[in-house]
């Protein structure tokens, strides 16, 4: 049972253009929902994350939008660069030291 | 300065055969992790340690067997090598105390199983 369903798998966006990524979850107890940025050859690294109390942040041209009733959460991508091309994942997570549960990821191609 | 390194970065190695992956975090932190990512890029946490104690092990066969020599420590051993286990195997590491307790990961361990 995938508890974090991320959509679409991939995603071609033109530079400048806006880079739009969203999951969903089952588990009404997580409480910490994660996106990290990957790569190609590297680890994943946090971008940006998100409390179930607020339901928008914003960090340079990263921005989360969360519907708690919903249980969905997106990621938005504004001005996408070439490198921003990377693979994201959206992850959710109960009370800290819990495991963090990842969404499959979307592969993100910013063309020139 | 590498927070979490992992070593070796690649490795390949036969069917049948027992390999190890070591990997080591100088952030302080107290829980590390393995997780495993396979061919679609999917990843799913194998064990979680807090202090040197195993806290989580996800249904992951006994032929991997993880061990914490001290916190700043953790290192895989698989045994009897299978096709299905290749795969990149990343260990990270968080302190739940602070701030949102993020994950930091290493930058992977590729595993060829032939």
């Known amino acids: 049972q995938q508890q974090v369903k991320q959509s679409p798998q991939s995603l071609i966006v033109q530079k400048g253009g806006i880079s739009i990524i969203n999951c969903a979850y089952e588990?009404?107890?997580?409480?910490?929902f994660p996106w990290y940025q990957q790569f190609p050859g590297k680890g994943p690294a946090l971008l940006i994350a998100?409390?179930?109390?607020?339901s928008e942040k914003k960090e340079g041209r990263f921005t989360i939008s969360f519907n708690k009733s919903a249980k969905q959460f997106s990621l938005h991508i504004m001005d996408s660069q070439p490198g921003d091309s990377a693979t994201y994942f959206c992850a959710a997570r109960k009370a800290a030291g819990n495991k963090l549960t990842f969404g499959g990821g979307t592969r993100v191609l910013v063309k020139p | 300065d590498t927070a979490v390194s992992q070593t070796p970065k690649y490795l390949v190695t036969q069917m049948g055969n027992d390999k190890s992956i070591k990997c080591e975090q100088n952030l302080g932190h107290d829980t590390m992790y393995w997780y495993k990512q396979d061919s679609k890029k999917f990843l799913k946490i194998m064990f979680s340690y807090n202090n040197k104690e195993l806290i989580i092990n996800e249904t992951v066969p006994n032929r991997f067997s993880p061990k914490s020599p001290d916190k700043a420590h953790l290192n895989l051993h698989i045994n009897s090598l299978e096709l299905g286990d290749s795969a990149v195997y990343f260990c990270?590491?968080?302190?739940?105390?602070?701030?949102?307790?993020?994950?930091?990961f290493g930058e992977g361990s590729r595993l060829t199983v032939l």
């Open positions: 588990n009404t107890a997580f409480d910490y």
């Open positions: 998100i409390r179930p109390d607020v």
């Open positions: 990270a590491s968080s302190s739940p105390g602070q701030g949102d307790g993020e994950l930091f």
